[in-house]
């Protein structure tokens, strides 16, 4: 019998890994020195939380939310109410509560109390959403969503409603998006390596089985969907600094299914995967983006045309999921030397005694 | 108080059919009931009511004297009711020993307990050389004794068996008569053991439920079963003689 290595020690290279790739990213744009370029990889990184924030539920739990974005327009507006001056707000925004609209917070603390509003709210949503699951877990986060969307783009006095608000100071700036990011890989990887992480896996799979080995299944959930509504609550929060206007619309269909794409195309159920998938279909994207402004040759400038982006997207992750249904990342967690290398060798050792009994019984 | 694992008159409906009907069992520790019964008599029904995944219609499950309620499955487990599944349903992701580990962690360990009692397990079972593989890719035998592990985490009083010998050679069904025969001695569990291969219930089992369209037909130690009438009609048929090797 041989004492196992910590869960720690076994999985610590692939935050580390996937730090390294953030810092290349953040590398890059101090490389390319461009203003307009810094912005898109801020976006990115926000791009980033958002996503290793859905698969902190998507990916542990295999129930796809559709809902989680609107926890990010919570955020936003939240940092939003705490931040905007108050001689602007009390005229916008009459309908706040006193102590909000007299008052301005830090960018820090705003951000921190937002995560939590929208960790608050979390809760609440999932208490009842985690009993259920598949197809029918998703419709009802998908009603969550309409339902928040509904209610921000009509409580005229506290959200603007349709309007955009204004006056949010801009705070997030490329190492504000890149802190953001890191936290979030952290944090889903400190709670993958839970005991609840682990509890949630062994349900996605297995369901019966989990609840057979004492499981209970929807406090699992309940905590991972808290956990992953404030990454998103966060995530809203450094968007909302970042962009200084806020409208609702912003956070609802179009961001949900390229946020949902990027997962998958990155694989679903991997870390990784949500960290690749953000990098690899932001880059396409950018890429696109810039063909379609057109480049120069000679004295011609050749172009592709509106609307190219969106379709090569679409055609890319067709094809993506057609040759990788797992994601590009296969679901597997980026480390040294491929998966779990020290472990898959010592296991070839040990199985060399048992390959006998194992033949036989074949 | 004899320590068991009992149903009074379980009677278990389904939309007018009745699955179960009055099932009186006891299951006493430290020792092996065998339930057997023709395929749809109602024994894995019988094994959902016990462990919490299907709430009975009529009368109640005791464990030790005490009432179970309707309590959930994952509770039920927590209170030292384990069982394994026909399918096996591995964690099929996971590592043979992150699914023993599962167990652990579902019953309120820490992952660095959790590890070292599944690591524990494994060499208790003899099966360590499995622990790093992943689930999904097992052969069938060993399919099932991971699963008999993943069960026997943190030492539950009460372990329920669905067809474990099923779909394995007349070797590997000695081999798992004998951790079986462990299990009772050395851990000190009450199993219930329900298996299509009679030769295997009737040489591991102290004592014999037979079940029949949802009710039992006979109870006894082997011998009896054996000799039974009723269950020779209702299980094998009238022509076939009971001598073990009916598979």
């Excluded at chain 1, 902190?56 to 295999?62: A, E, H, L, V």
């Excluded at chain 1, 909000?100 to 921190?112: E, G, K, P, V």
């Excluded at chain 1, 379709?311 to 040294?336: D, H």
């Excluded at chain 2, 005791?62 to 209170?79: C, Y």
Aim: glycine share 10%; charged share 15%.
């Amino acid at each position: 019998m041989v004492a196992r290595k910590s869960v720690l020690a076994r999985t610590i290279s692939t935050p580390i890994i996937l730090t390294l790739i953030l810092l290349a990213v953040a590398g890059l744009s101090l490389w390319v020195n461009n203003g307009i370029f810094t912005r898109t990889i801020v976006e990115v990184f926000i791009r980033v939380m958002v996503v290793v924030g859905l698969y902190t539920f998507i990916g542990n739990s295999g129930v796809v939310s559709f809902g989680h974005i609107g926890f990010m327009c919570m955020g936003a507006y939240a940092t939003a109410w705490f931040t905007i001056p108050p001689a602007m707000k009390k005229y916008s925004l009459r309908g706040l509560p006193e102590i909000i609209s007299h008052n301005q917070l830090s960018f820090s603390l705003s951000i921190t109390l937002a995560t939590l509003f929208a960790g608050i709210f979390a809760y609440l949503f999932g208490k009842i959403l985690v009993r259920l699951s598949g197809i029918t877990g998703s419709i009802a986060t998908f009603a969550m969503l309409a339902m928040i969307n509904t209610v921000y783009s009509n409580w005229e006095t506290v959200t603007g409603a349709t309007s955009s608000i204004v006056g949010i100071p801009r705070k997030t700036d490329l190492w504000t998006g890149f802190a953001g990011a890191e936290l979030a890989v952290i944090v889903a990887y400190l709670y993958a390596i839970s005991r609840s992480g682990l509890a949630l896996r062994s349900a996605r799979d297995e369901a019966i089985a989990a609840a057979a080995s004492g499981v209970d299944i929807a406090r699992e959930r309940l905590k991972a969907f808290v956990v992953s509504g404030m990454i998103l609550g966060a995530a809203g929060a450094l968007y909302a600094h970042f962009l200084g206007v806020l409208t609702p619309d912003a956070f609802y269909l179009g961001l949900t299914f390229i946020s949902l794409s990027m997962l998958v195309v990155g694989g679903m159920n991997s870390l990784s995967g949500a960290v690749v998938g953000v990098v690899v279909l932001s880059a396409i994207i950018e890429l696109l983006r810039t063909l379609e402004k057109g480049i120069a040759i000679g004295n011609q400038t050749w172009a592709l045309p509106h609307g190219t982006q969106e379709i090569a997207i679409g055609g890319v992750m067709i094809v993506i999921l057609i040759f990788r249904p797992s994601g590009l990342t296969r679901n597997q967690e980026l480390s040294w030397s491929g998966w779990p290398f020290s472990e898959r060798s010592s296991r070839q050792k040990s199985s060399i005694k048992d390959g006998v009994s194992e033949g036989a019984s074949a | 108080m004899t320590e068991s694992l009992t149903t009074e008159n379980v009677t278990v409906t389904f939309d007018g059919l009745t699955a179960l009907s009055k099932v009186d069992l006891s299951v006493p520790k430290r020792s092996v009931t065998g339930l057997i019964g023709p395929n749809g008599a109602g024994k894995t029904t019988l094994v959902n009511v016990l462990t919490g995944f299907q709430a009975p219609t009529a009368g109640r499950v005791t464990m030790d004297g005490a009432d179970l309620g309707a309590k959930p499955a994952h509770k039920i487990r927590h209170l030292g009711i384990a069982r394994t599944f026909q399918s096996g349903r591995l964690f099929s992701d996971l590592s043979v020993v992150d699914n023993l580990e599962v167990t652990g962690v579902g019953l309120g360990l820490s992952r660095r307990k959790a590890s070292a009692k599944a690591v524990e397990m494994l060499d208790w079972m003899g099966i360590s050389s499995l622990a790093e593989r992943t689930a999904g890719g097992l052969p069938y035998t060993d399919e099932r004794r991971v699963a008999i592990g993943r069960a026997l985490m943190l030492e539950p009083k009460y372990l329920l068996l669905d067809e474990p010998a099923a779909g394995m050679s007349a070797e590997e069904a000695d081999d798992l008569s004998r951790l079986i025969a462990r299990i009772v001695s050395e851990i000190g569990c009450g199993v219930l053991l329900i298996e299509h291969n009679i030769g295997m219930v009737l040489k591991t089992c102290d004592d014999i439920h037979v079940l029949d369209s949802g009710k039992i037909i006979e109870v006894g130690p082997p011998a009896v079963i054996k000799a039974s009438e009723k269950v020779r009609h209702a299980y094998m048929g009238t022509q076939v003689e009971t001598e073990g090797e009916v598979l």
